[in-house]
């Protein structure tokens, strides 16, 4: 015995010479890391720097003075596993303990606001993520290893992608490695103290465990091939339950895929991380298939017929989806102390306007926008987001038609960049260039904080003022942020109250919807004086989060007890397009927000994808539809459950096209969605 530890001494000497040394090295070179102040006169960084130096000296030394020897070595010389024991099982619960607490320790600030039942679930998942480990591999102290190395690593990688971007790491974001190892050569990478700190307990804790004795569950070959046909077993139920079992909202778990940052704090790393990733799953419609769907489309283009509404092809295309803009009195009978709306009102000369319905309520901006910008509809999957579950490789949409034919894409938005994934979904679009909150000017007019409309407008008219040729094609698409929830205000004031209404949030948002549309008035009439062909749509998103109390005040009804036609009220939010040249008037019309792409470009004079006349006919069988139902040419809403089956079999080819515009790669109709080469030649010759 005693010359087979010899043995293993001197063929693993260099190794640990090389893993201890490393582990003073990679502390060495972070220790400016462990020094910098948290604060403005924090000092405890030298402390900190010497028990890590500490840490790893005792872990050294118990590993070889204490637990070095402990194994037990058969006639061949390999270590003989001792059996399961209790001890063992307490091992693998305080590992879990350990991994979970670095974690969330170096990632989650609102750690200690943590409910015990979250942590206890978040322990929960670790420890059966230990168990997969432990029967599959038969050996104790592999699966604590690997347990250890897996939480240690994506200890790093939530830490690092959070530093680089902003937001957290996300299950999608494995599909996009190769962008994000390239974006993120551009950056410095910043350890926090907490992270040094964790990478070395890593360390000193994963030396101990490579000198400590295995145990295993099963010793016959074929007992271990039955627990792992078990393991495997389990983890199919596992998968199944894990994504048509809404277990996350029987744990009273709230998915905010608006913000994932907000689900990873609340309800911790783990958790938070397979909640998000529970919403990234894109399954077909029922009978979908490639060939068939190549069939639609070859219908669909037989039945295309030219646009000739204009031969005017604007220079300059606004598209601007107006954040939480909303009529209350499609609901019901609204009586303000003054106007809410006036210019909106006012506007017929070469206008369009009416509603548009949307399948969200008091948020979701980002499912609106897709709508708008691809022709499809969110409507199968209302409570998931495109852009952070699905957006998987490049998307053809408006802004893929309008560059094909000479247009440079702008996407704008006042406010932070990273929320709703738009970096990575803008890019996958097509945009040339996204502006955010910090390429507004400083002295940007601001309300609540938020950049104003008329603040945003002022930067959308730079935008085209700036451009080399006046002459130059410019397509920008903006989300205003002035009009976003949270209503209740210290610093903001609303005047224009509703009769008979008392509540501030009601007042500052009625105040707010004036403010917007002065800042409209402003849009319009610079548009007006400007020689280039523009064109200028606007739509809300979603009505806000206001009290239930409020609409059911002036409607007098409560909505789970309205008909369908009264329910897709709350979801039909103002539209408009505008020319500044002749285009024909048009007043009072319902769609839905999958068709205002479309419409816009018909009054454009540009060349359409195939996609946008299958959209087209379609909205002269189904004028608008949302997750709720449909309306009929007819202007009669119905419930998809009890609607036509005409109308369904036509809905039926519709999310087949959708979903192989979205979800195929290899095998998407990609002539079907774009504008042809010598469609584009020719419109950009002019006609």
Not at 443 to 472: A, C, H, L, Q, W
Not at 486 to 496: A, D, N, Q
Request: glycine content about 8%.
């Amino acid at each position: 015995m005693i010359e087979r530890l010899k043995k293993a001494t001197n063929k693993y000497k260099a190794f640990w010479i090389i893993y201890w040394g490393a582990s003073i090295g990679f502390l060495v070179i972070r220790r400016g890391d462990v020094l910098a102040p948290l604060e403005e006169g924090e000092t405890k960084g030298p402390l900190v720097l010497g028990l890590l130096f500490a840490a790893i000296a005792v872990s050294a030394l118990i590993s070889h003075l204490v637990l070095f020897g402990r194994r037990e070595y058969n006639e061949k010389g390999h270590e003989e596993p001792r059996k399961f024991r209790l001890y063992h099982l307490i091992v693998m619960i305080l590992n879990c303990l350990l991994c979970l607490f670095l974690m969330e320790w170096v990632n989650n600030p609102d750690l200690k606001e943590m409910q015990v039942r979250y942590m206890l679930l978040n322990l929960a998942g670790c420890f059966i993520i230990t168990m997969i480990w432990l029967f599959w591999l038969n050996s104790w102290r592999r699966s604590i290893i690997a347990v250890l190395c897996l939480y240690g690593t994506m200890t790093v990688v939530f830490y690092a992608v959070n530093s680089l971007r902003g937001e957290p790491f996300q299950f999608i974001d494995t599909f996009s490695l190769g962008t994000a190892m390239h974006v993120a050569g551009n950056f410095t990478f910043v350890m926090s103290r907490q992270l040094v700190a964790a990478i070395v307990i890593v360390l000193c804790v994963m030396g101990m465990y490579l000198q400590l004795p295995d145990a295993c569950i099963a010793r016959g070959k074929l007992t271990r091939i039955l627990i792992r046909a078990g393991v495997f077993g389990f983890m199919i139920g596992m998968y199944f339950f894990y994504l048509n079992v809404n277990w996350n909202g029987k744990l009273g778990i709230l998915t905010d895929l608006f913000a994932p940052a907000k689900t990873y704090k609340k309800y911790g790393t783990t958790v938070g991380f397979f909640c998000v990733a529970k919403y990234m799953r894109l399954t077909p419609p029922d009978g979908y298939t490639v060939a068939e769907t190549k069939t639609i489309a070859e219908t669909a283009e037989k039945e295309m017929v030219p646009n000739d509404t204009t031969d005017v092809e604007p220079v300059n295309i606004i598209a601007i989806m107006n954040e939480s803009w909303a009529d209350y009195r499609m609901i019901g009978d609204l009586q303000t102390s003054d106007e809410v709306m006036p210019y909106y009102d006012s506007m017929s000369e070469n206008t369009i306007k009416g509603n548009t319905l949307v399948c969200i309520r008091g948020g979701g901006t980002a499912k609106s926008e897709y709508e708008f910008l691809t022709g499809n509809s969110v409507k199968r999957f209302p409570g998931m987001v495109p852009y952070v579950s699905y957006f998987l490789h490049n998307q053809y949409s408006l802004v893929t038609t309008l560059k094909a034919q000479g247009y440079e894409a702008i996407a704008m938005h006042p406010y932070k960049a990273t929320n709703w994934n738009r970096p990575t979904a803008y890019r996958l679009l097509g945009f040339d260039q996204f502006l955010a909150e910090e390429d507004f000017e400083e002295d940007t007019e601001r309300i609540r904080s938020f950049i104003s409309d008329r603040g945003n407008y002022e930067k959308i008219i730079k935008m085209v003022e700036e451009k080399e040729n006046p002459d130059d094609r410019l397509f920008l698409f903006d989300i205003t942020m002035q009009n976003h929830g949270g209503f209740e205000s210290e610093t903001y004031h609303g005047t224009i109250h509703v009769n008979g209404y008392d509540d501030e949030a009601v007042t500052n948002y009625m105040s707010l919807e004036r403010d917007s549309d002065d800042a409209l008035g402003y849009l319009i009439e610079h548009f007006k004086t400007v020689k280039e062909p523009t064109i200028i749509l606007m739509f809300g998103d979603h009505y806000p989060d206001l009290p239930e109390e409020f609409t059911e005040y002036i409607s007098g009804k409560k909505y789970d007890n309205l008909p369908i036609g009264e329910k897709e009220m709350y979801f039909s939010t103002p539209f408009f397009i505008w020319a500044n040249y002749d285009i024909p008037e048009q007043t009072g019309i319902q769609t839905s927000n999958n068709y205002l792409g479309t419409m816009m470009l018909e009054q454009t004079g540009l060349e359409m994808a195939p996609y946008n006349y299958f959209l087209k006919n379609q909205q002269e069988i189904i004028p608008a539809l949302n997750h709720l139902g449909y309306m009929d040419p007819s202007g009669t809403f119905h419930t998809w459950e009890k609607g036509d089956q005409s109308v369904l079999d036509q809905e039926w080819k519709y999310e087949c096209l959708q979903y192989n515009n979205l979800a195929e790669k290899r095998r998407r109709l990609t002539d079907f969605f774009t504008v042809g080469e010598r469609q584009a030649v020719n419109s950009s010759a002019g006609k």
